[in-house]
């Protein structure tokens, strides 16, 4: 798979500019701020708006630099200038979790399994939040050891969530793996007891419909009303038992059907499925199990939430239904992690901020010579598609923040901007685009990235750089500049953990120590 490209930037970057400018007209500031300079309406009127771009560029057809760089040291130069990145937002965390919970089983993860940007998703970061629906847009960054490069943090955030009673009503239907692997401690039985727990937590108008599949699905409890029926549903968990093989497709299938059937008008519909995603009976196959989750999404709105159990798991599987149901996925390997996510996280975020939310960084040819997103390799957008609001982006709810890392090289003695940030959404109820933006000055990335920028972006790249550390070894990847050994990453997490006082950091430095000791 194609990871990353290289191209060169030419002075037709000029008449490109020219028309980006218009955008970038009334953006002001300096690095590390935020441009509110949108407000929140789509001002096209029927026109397509130019794409977000640097500065004015100045140079010749001659002059050459350039532009992203690639892992894929085979890959010809690219013909086509490029000074844009364009990815859906993601804010699935499943690869981090597995991750962790391979490596307390003793063994490194598969690099195909491990994906940068879950890693550095799987940590909340403190930015400025929106009072409403929508995003706020922060951009900084810091100098890496290796020279001349430097790392960006693309840092995107919602709103806080409301108070339980304000959200609208759910509609839940779960989708429940009750195949013979499920019986392995920690999976069905940790499913379970974090669902009893969950159907007292919701609220009485929220709606509750269990399917679950083996070698066949069944509908064990239609759409049901909380109020009043809360021993229904609990009777319901009571009786799952794990028999049988796996038919993933049936049971997608079914949940679906079942999620249709009980439709709530203004209310969050969402399919949740549990499963260690190793079909391996029926529908097997993944574009045709995906189709049926896509059309459920284009007429009724029905997301999905992908929940991964087991020490083996179909990650890939997992991921690939999620992108197409417009939903995220996670991991959950002990009771702990089952009981935040069931009980605090999917109540807290039934509701939905932005949909389609799509990000395009502009670097300015001026100042940067080459550049490099970390991860998001599935989520790539065509440049072009940033407003085709008719391209899938992603989902995103209250309370969540998303970063996005890039490993910058700066001009020798670059100054002035460097890039802007434009993130892209429809509002989730009128489907109205939306846009925000946030820019970066050269003079920002003065600080050392380990001594003396901030905690939070340390700790995005300590994770960051452990996620390229599992991947090292795989030639389908290149190491990112400014990579450090696994020892000084571990001692960088420490120290983030004994000044935080995390848990979800520490966990971070136990697992970058575990990997340590396993790859001597």
């Known amino acids: 798979m194609e990871r990353y490209r290289i191209r060169r930037l030419r002075g037709a970057l000029v008449a490109l500019t020219a028309a980006g400018g218009l955008l970038l ?23 397509t708006l130019p794409l977000p771009a640097p500065d004015g560029t100045s140079g010749s057809a001659q002059e050459e630099q350039k532009g992203e760089q690639t892992g894929d040291a085979g890959r010809e130069v690219a013909p086509s200038p ?36 879950e890693f550095v998703n ?21 100098r890496t050891e290796e020279k001349g490069w430097s790392l960006v943090r693309v840092g995107l955030a919602t709103r806080a969530a409301h108070d339980e009673r304000e959200r609208p009503p759910a509609a839940l239907t779960f989708v429940i793996d009750v195949s013979g692997s499920m019986g392995e401690p920690g999976r069905l039985d940790l499913a379970k007891d974090s669902l009893d727990v969950m159907t007292d937590r919701l609220r009485g108008d929220d709606s509750v419909a269990i399917v679950t599949f083996s070698d066949e699905a069944e509908t064990v409890l239609p759409m049901t009303r909380l109020d009043g029926h809360r021993g229904r549903v609990h009777r319901a968990i009571d009786r799952l038992e794990p028999t049988n093989s796996t038919n993933l ?17 203004g209310a969050t519909n969402r399919v949740v499925l549990l499963s260690d995603a190793l079909a391996n009976t029926g529908d097997t196959d993944a574009d045709s199990i995906l189709e049926r989750i896509s059309d459920a999404r284009r007429t009724h709105g029905i997301t999905l939430f992908g929940v991964g159990v087991g020490s083996e798991y179909g990650d890939s599987l997992m991921e690939r239904l999620a992108d197409k149901g417009d939903g995220h996925t996670t991991y959950v390997s002990n009771r702990d992690d089952a009981r935040t996510v069931f009980c605090e996280e999917l109540p807290k975020n039934i509701d939905l901020t932005a949909r389609d939310a799509k990000a395009q960084v502009a670097f300015d040819p001026r100042t940067v010579e080459q550049f490099r997103l970390i991860g ?19 989902e995103v709810g209250p309370g969540h923040t998303v970063t996005a890392l890039y490993l910058v090289r700066t001009a020798p003695g670059a100054a002035g901007h460097l890039a802007t940030a434009s993130i892209r959404w429809l509002d989730p109820g009128s489907r109205a685009p939306h846009e925000e933006t946030g820019r970066l000055e050269a003079s920002s990335l003065g ?9 939070g972006l340390r700790l995005a790249a300590t994770a960051a750089y452990f996620a390229d550390a599992l991947r090292h070894g795989d030639n389908r990847w290149t190491r990112l500049p400014g990579s450090l050994p696994l020892g000084e990453l571990g001692a960088h997490a420490d120290e983030l953990a004994n000044r935080s006082e995390d848990r979800a950091v520490r966990e971070l430095a136990d697992a970058i120590e575990t990997a340590t000791r396993l790859k001597r």
């Open 82 to 117: 490029d000074y844009l990145s364009t990815f859906a937002l993601d804010v699935d965390t499943a690869s981090y979790g597995f991750a962790r919970r391979t490596l307390a089983d003793g063994r490194l993860p598969e690099p195909s399994t491990v994906r940068p940007e």
């Open 376 to 394: 998001y390799d599935n989520r790539q957008v065509a440049d072009e598609d940033f407003r085709d609001d008719r391209v899938d982006g992603g």
């Open 25 to 47: 007209s009334a953006c002001s500031g300096s690095g590390g701020s935020h441009d509110n300079s949108s407000d929140g309406s789509d001002k096209s009127g029927g026109r």
């Open 122 to 142: 799987s940590f909340r970061q403190d930015y400025e939040r929106p009072d409403g629906n929508g995003f706020s847009v922060t951009v900084d960054g810091a």
């Open 249 to 265: 497709g049936a049971g997608v299938r079914a949940g679906y059907d079942t999620a249709v059937k009980g439709v709530r008008e």
């Open 447 to 455: 600080d050392d990235l380990w001594t003396s920028s901030s905690p």
